[in-house]
């Protein structure tokens, strides 16, 4: 992938917007173990939100809501294009994107 402010050229779907998960939601996608599906709110209106996984969302609840200390670090955030990001989704709230 490659990239540049608010896209990112992806390998399999092409240029795509860019989005944020941390790294336990791209592992478990491509080692088809979900991880779960939270994402911030701080921007309602945006369609593709920064997501993390349950172990990153019990983590981030110690730290009152801020992505700080243990919990960004175990967050460490990953780029996924849109359609990624999608099929991410899809997949770790129990749907299967691949059907």
């Not at 490659?2 to 998960?21: A, N």
């Not at 996608?29 to 993390?52: H, M, V």
């Not at 981030?60 to 992505?67: A, F, P």
């Amino acid at each position: 992938m490659t990239e540049t402010g608010e896209t990112i050229e992806c390998d399999t779907h092409g240029l795509q917007p860019r989005t944020r998960v941390c790294q336990h939601i791209v592992s478990g996608l491509i080692a088809k173990k979900r991880a779960g599906f939270w994402w911030t709110t701080e921007d309602p209106n945006s369609p593709r939100p920064d997501a993390y996984c349950t172990e990153c969302e019990m983590r981030v609840r110690k730290t009152g809501g801020e992505w700080e200390g243990e919990a960004l670090e175990h967050l460490k955030p990953q780029v996924l294009c849109g359609t990624c990001y999608d099929l991410a989704k899809i997949f770790h709230v129990g749907g299967n994107p691949w059907s």
